[in-house]
């Protein structure tokens, strides 16, 4: 992850969109960069919105543990009740595989672990990891 996020970066710098400054990331002053940003932006929308979906989601194994067939399944009802009401944009967040892929990440990165099938909290931080994806849609 950090080695692709670093390239991207780089390359995002290379077409004039963006100034990395230290530890600061900052939009280019060319007129340009802002618009191209929120294209790309809306094009990974759905991605962050399903990936917001399955943390929210999985914030629900403190009260009910389950499988990673259970947590799809809350993570597909919470996904078509957060489109219905709005909370969500894209239909698309609420694709089965990007769901799939998105509690994978969820394992790998330590939010989620997985004993005989059984899915658990791994660490409080899925909560801000919900919240985090959150403020990176309301940016567009």
């Known amino acids: ?7 991207t970066l780089a390359h995002l710098e290379k077409l004039l969109l963006i100034e990395v400054k230290g530890d600061r990331i900052v939009l280019s002053r060319e007129p340009f960069a802002r618009p191209r940003l929120v294209f790309l932006a809306e ?3 759905d991605y962050l919105e399903s ?5 929210v989601t999985a914030q629900t194994l403190a009260k009910a543990s389950g499988d ?5 399944k809350r993570a597909m ?3 078509k009740a957060a489109y219905l009401s709005g ?12 769901l799939e892929n998105a ?4 394992i790998e990165q330590g939010y989620l672990t997985e004993a005989q099938k059984n899915l658990t909290l791994g660490t409080p931080r899925q909560g801000e990891l919900a919240q985090q994806i959150r403020s990176f849609l309301s940016e567009t």
Request: proline fraction near 0%; avoid cysteine; aromatic fraction near 12%.
């Open 1 to 7: 992850f950090d080695v692709i996020f670093t390239e």
């Open 87 to 98: 909370e969500i944009e894209a239909s698309e967040a609420v694709s089965r595989t990007t």
């Open 43 to 45: 094009m990974l929308r």
């Open 77 to 79: 009802e919470k996904g």
């Open 103 to 106: 509690i994978q990440f969820l």
């Open 68 to 72: 990673r067939k259970e947590l799809l």
């Open 51 to 55: 990936y917001w979906v399955a943390a």
